[in-house]
């Protein structure tokens, strides 16, 4: 007669705690690496990028439900801590706006800059909410200015100042229609640098609408 072994339920519970206190003992005495800790590190950073993201600078069903309506072929709406923005289309563009240079700044302004591209090219504006720009992409708010379109003793430059609690900062050119050709920075006066940064004011100021619920 042949004999199966079953083996009892004592003895399996003991296996998996032998298993369970092996798996501990690994993780407790075999340290973790130097590039395991710093991928968990931004993958913990990542997801409460995520969280804030969603919190300050996503609009909901539900918040979009209690907003004024407005003709989304003219307008986009964008939220930033926790401010709800209407910017026109014609401006449009990435996290934030596009200014076209010269002409948008020409116009705004009423300057009579010359481009030696037929052209246009493009100053990219982003817009931040501060928790979100100190988190997700590691910044320091001290780089933007308090005063809007003054020279920055830290970053010698226009490029980043404070509006209405929305972090602002105007990125160097992109090319427009024509990929191949583009302006570099150094064909940028301190003067025209300002400039952009007086347009990109005048679009916040004048034309872009802070709107609030009205349900």
């Given amino acids: 007669m042949k004999f199966k072994y079953r083996p009892s339920a004592g003895f399996i519970v003991t296996l998996v705690i032998i298993g369970l206190l092996t798996k501990c ?3 407790l005495f075999v340290p973790k690496t130097d590039l395991q800790i710093q991928r968990e590190i931004d993958e913990q950073l990542m997801k409460e990028a995520w969280k804030l993201d969603a919190q ?3 609009i909901t069903d539900e918040e979009r439900a209690r907003l004024p309506e407005f003709d989304s072929k003219k307008n986009a709406m964008i939220k930033r801590n926790n401010k709800f923005l209407v910017i026109p289309r014609y401006y449009e ?3 934030g706006f596009n200014i076209a240079w010269p002409s948008d700044t020409n116009r705004l302004l009423h300057k009579q800059w010359k ?8 100053f990219r504006i982003a817009l931040y909410s501060p928790q ?3 988190q997700a992409k590691n ?3 001290s780089t933007f200015s308090n005063i809007p379109c003054t020279l920055s003793a830290e970053t010698k430059s226009y490029n980043r100042f404070k509006w209405q609690g ?3 900062d105007i990125f160097d050119l992109t090319s427009g ?7 570099s920075s150094s064909e940028f006066t301190l003067e025209q640098r300002k400039d952009v940064c007086l347009t990109a004011l005048k679009i916040l100021n004048d034309e872009i609408k802070e709107v609030h619920y009205v349900r």
Avoid at 115 to 122: I, Q
């Fill in 25 to 27: 003992n690994s993780d």
């Fill in 56 to 58: 300050l600078n996503t």
């Fill in 93 to 95: 563009g990435g996290i």
């Fill in 115 to 122: 481009s030696r591209l037929k052209e246009e090219v493009y």
């Fill in 132 to 134: 979100y720009f100190e």
């Fill in 139 to 141: 910044g320091k708010i």
């Fill in 166 to 168: 929305i972090l602002i």
């Fill in 177 to 183: 229609s024509d990929y191949t050709q583009t302006l």
